[in-house]
């Protein structure tokens, strides 16, 4: 059953990355369909990885205490976005 939320990628990789990764995948006990989750995850955590590289380079003149408080009042805010929309049990 095809999954609705999915979208088809055409991509070109070297054929040594290629093998390396269908290897991979093999003595893991992997099949092709997980070829996709992985490239999915992979690029997941490559955008994560870039984004995080781009805020530090934003914030890498801040002086360490300053930056500390606006982690701060981020976590905090977000602490009682949170406990705003938790469910009362």
């Given at each position: 059953?095809?999954?609705?939320?999915?979208?088809?990628?055409?991509?070109?990789?070297?054929?040594?990355?290629?093998?390396?990764?269908?290897?991979?995948?093999?003595?893991?006990?992997?099949k092709?369909?997980?070829?996709?989750?992985?490239?999915?995850e992979?690029?997941q955590?490559?955008?994560l990885d870039?984004?995080?590289?781009?805020?530090?380079?934003?914030?890498?003149?801040?002086?360490?205490?300053?930056?500390?408080?606006?982690?701060?009042?981020?976590?905090?805010?977000?602490?009682?976005?949170?406990?705003?929309?938790?469910?009362?049990?």
């Open positions: 059953m095809p999954d609705d939320n999915a979208t088809r990628w055409t991509v070109s990789v070297s054929k040594s990355t290629d093998i390396a990764l269908r290897t991979f995948l093999a003595q893991r006990g992997m092709k369909g997980d070829l996709s989750r992985f490239v999915e992979a690029v955590w490559r955008v870039k984004t995080i590289s781009e805020a530090r380079t934003q914030f890498e003149d801040m002086p360490a205490d300053e930056l500390q408080q606006l982690i701060d009042e981020a976590t905090e805010s977000v602490r009682g976005d949170i406990a705003a929309i938790k469910p009362c049990e």
